[in-house]
């Protein structure tokens, strides 16, 4: 991406949907999403397939009804996390799975119970897992701005 274009990365499928009053039904999410593409959304994150079967089945939906733009499932940076993301986009036109992992010195510390290396063989290993499911992997650092 060498040129200079801002690619729009959208979240409301997933993270709107912990806001306060902002709960979603399947046709709502497919109708946002139809509008989210209508509008020119370059990636749009279906959701968190893991968290539920809800949530599973319309990131399965969007992904079987998008066209254009990149359609992402969120997942831990966890073997099962992955394969259940990857089961939910694998039928996109254009799927990436997006995993992440917390890297800032107190999560790893108090959350996670790991140290440097053992969290940076995890991430390793999450971003190959995923890799060799799809060939478009994101990763994201959770706490980055705390992170070394």
Known sequence: MSDNRVYIFDTTL???EQ???CS???DEKLRMARQLERLGADVIEAGFPIASVGDFEAVKAVSATLERPVVAALCRAVEADITRAWEA???ARRPRLHTFLATSDIHMKYKLRKERPEVLKSVQAAVRFARSLCADVEFSCEDASRSD
């Open 14 to 16: 997933r993270d709107g």
């Open 19 to 21: 806001s306060p009053g």
């Open 24 to 26: 979603m039904n399947l």
């Open 89 to 91: 986009i694998k039928d």
